[in-house]
């Protein structure tokens, strides 16, 4: 489990680092969907503002001491407490200072729970995707992953994901006189299968199009309990099913690797 070490305004970046090596086609990592909390391999990264006052009200003491209102019967007149020219009983319930669960690797206990500020995210993507002892030669290889995004924010703002869509995988120790001819690519896709209002919906894109990564409401962000509830009390959060295409072909031997940047921006909410 990472911790949640700072929290930033606008946006936070994690990098996935992809390699591959020549030699036999046996892959040494695999991508495994997460069912349950988050699962190892993956890591976080986070953003979004936390109120610094304003303390959460315990359960049960909602009731402000010395706001009595009076009010009676004079001259065979009712009043009341909003006639008499005040506002009756305001009640309120505000999370402003309050926390979120995260439900940790296993969402069945709490003994790895973590508590996180309202007004704040996380987006867990995995640390590594890679190849060893692959063959030289013309390769084209697909690996499925979930991002996660959990957490509290003000209903006005969505978080915006993007990462760097098309990344050329480079071998540090090749130059073009020893590795002529070879190259690898991996490309980035996404797809969100979400319900609204009842009606099942996908969404799907590219992220090396303008903006064409997947937003996420405040109602996505801490997750709908109707379709996911940990039995922890964890935020369910939603996800976004990522697809990388690592293809191009190798002369020589060595590694060609690089990084996929994802990026968590704060934006105003526009709906889905």
């Not at 509290?152 to 869509?165: E, F, M, R, T, W």
């Not at 098309?166 to 590795?179: A, C, H, Q």
């Not at 997947?214 to 922890?232: C, H, I, K, R």
Request: net charge negative; hydrophobic share 30%.
């Amino acid at each position: 489990m990472a911790s949640f070490g700072r929290v930033a305004r606008c946006a936070a970046t994690i990098g996935l680092s992809l390699a591959m090596a020549c030699g036999s086609a046996v892959p040494a990592f695999a991508v495994t969907q997460p069912v349950d909390g988050t699962p190892e391999g993956y890591t976080y990264s986070e953003t979004g503002t936390a109120p610094a006052d304003a303390k959460a009200t315990e359960s049960g003491n909602g009731v402000v001491e010395d706001t009595y209102h009076q009010f009676g019967t004079m001259n065979s007149s009712e009043t009341s407490a909003t006639s008499s020219g005040a506002e009756g009983v305001h009640v309120s319930y505000s999370t402003v200072g309050g926390t979120w669960t995260d439900s940790g690797p296993d969402d069945t206990i709490t003994d790895d729970n973590v508590e996180y500020p309202n007004g704040t995210f996380q987006v867990t993507v995995p640390k590594e995707i890679k190849y060893e002892n692959m063959h030289v030669g013309k390769f084209d290889l697909t690996d499925t992953y979930d991002v996660w995004i959990r957490g509290v924010i003000p209903n006005d703002k969505a978080v915006h994901l993007s990462a760097s869509g098309i990344v050329t995988l480079v071998n540090p120790l090749d130059n073009d006189l020893s590795n002529f001819g070879s190259e690898a690519t991996a490309q980035v896709t996404w797809e969100r299968n979400f319900t609204e209002k009842g009606v099942p919906k996908t969404l799907s894109g590219n992220y090396w199009d303008t903006n064409g990564g997947p937003t996420f409401s405040a109602f996505d962000v801490y997750g709908s309990s109707s379709e996911y509830a940990a039995d922890d009390g964890g935020a369910p959060g939603s996800i976004s099913e990522d697809k990388v295409n690592l293809k191009g072909y190798t002369t020589s031997v060595g590694t060609w690797q690089g990084n996929i940047t994802y990026t968590a921006t704060l934006v105003p909410a526009t709906g889905k």
